[in-house]
């Protein structure tokens, strides 16, 4: 958690150099490599490579289909349920504005949905609390527009 804080910080840092009047030559361009890195190794922290892959988007720096390509790697059934949960903490996480990203990215929601009903009831206890803390901090309206999302399922075509 320490270190996604530090991730993010370095990240504000960056983003006020790259306008500023001394603007670093290529230091956006080399930041980019860097989370970029971070967000396809699967020996990093699943809360850091969820972040990564999170900033590149919002950023404009990842295609909505790589970042759904990344979220099925991590979601996939191979992956530690409380490793995946810690990849969609790093990723949808709080108050980033993640809860308005699933919902209006149906894939991205999809993807979570599929994970978290195929996770064995005998391992959902073990990430609950980090799923309860990663989505408890969207705002209620949000939340509530969540779960209509996931009890409609998936949109004709979709």
């Known amino acids: 958690e320490a270190l996604r804080r530090q991730v993010e910080a370095v990240h504000g840092a960056i983003g006020l150099l790259d306008c500023g009047p001394a603007r670093a030559e290529g230091l956006r361009d080399r930041w980019d490599a860097v989370l970029h890195k971070l967000a396809a190794r699967d020996t990093v922290a699943g809360v850091i490579r ?4 999170r ?12 970042a759904a390509r990344l979220m099925g790697l ?14 969609i903490e790093g990723f949808a996480g709080g108050a980033s504005g993640g809860g308005m990203l699933l919902v209006h990215d149906e894939r991205l929601l999809t993807l979570v949905d599929a994970w978290l009903a195929g996770i064995p009831a005998d391992r959902f206890t073990d ?11 969207y705002e209620p309206a949000v939340r509530r527009t969540l779960g209509e999302l996931v ?6 075509g979709a």
């Open 127 to 137: 990430v609950l609390p980090l799923l309860r803390r990663t989505f408890s901090a």
């Open 74 to 87: 991590a979601l996939s059934p191979g992956t530690p349920p409380a490793d995946a949960a810690a990849w």
């Open 151 to 156: 009890r409609r399922g998936p949109a004709a």
């Open 55 to 66: 900033l590149l988007l919002d950023e404009g720096r990842l295609a909505e289909d790589e």
């Open 50 to 53: 969820g972040r990564a892959a």
